[in-house]
């Protein structure tokens, strides 16, 4: 089993940043791919950013220029750095974690991912 805790979320004005962390433990060492998620009222659940266990990622065009996934495997930590926030940033922001693969893999589905931290809401107004 893996257990996925994330932080950092809050409420930003427009042009803010914020700095998300999502903190494994558990089964760490059977983890290949890891994303952040978002889902605002009413919309479907959206991937923003994904991390192979290697050096690899991807980003969603939405969020390209202004935020950054990174991943600290000595940490046992995936980050989200999120920069000029923007109110159509404003969601519940879920971490992610699959076993599947290997650690080249990255998947765009959710259904690929077995693992799902509580989410943290970041909401961008002001």
């Known amino acids: 089993q893996v257990q996925l805790v994330e932080s950092g979320g809050g409420l930003v004005q427009p042009g803010g940043s914020l700095r998300l962390s999502c903190a494994a433990s558990g089964i760490i060492f059977s983890i290949n791919a890891m994303g952040w998620y978002r889902q605002a009222p009413g919309k479907q659940r959206e991937l923003v950013a994904a991390?192979?266990?290697?050096?690899?990622?991807y980003s969603t065009d939405s969020v390209k220029g202004r935020f950054t996934i990174s991943r600290d495997n000595a940490k046992n930590t995936l980050y989200l750095q999120m920069n000029n926030l923007t109110p159509e940033d404003t969601a519940t922001y879920y971490c992610?974690?699959?076993?599947?693969?290997?650690?080249?893999?990255?998947?765009?589905?959710?259904?690929?991912?077995?693992?799902w931290g509580q989410g943290t809401e970041v909401t961008v107004s002001s």
């Open positions: 991390a192979t266990n290697g050096s690899s990622t």
């Open positions: 992610a974690a699959s076993t599947f693969g290997g650690a080249g893999s990255i998947y765009f589905d959710p259904r690929r991912y077995e693992y």
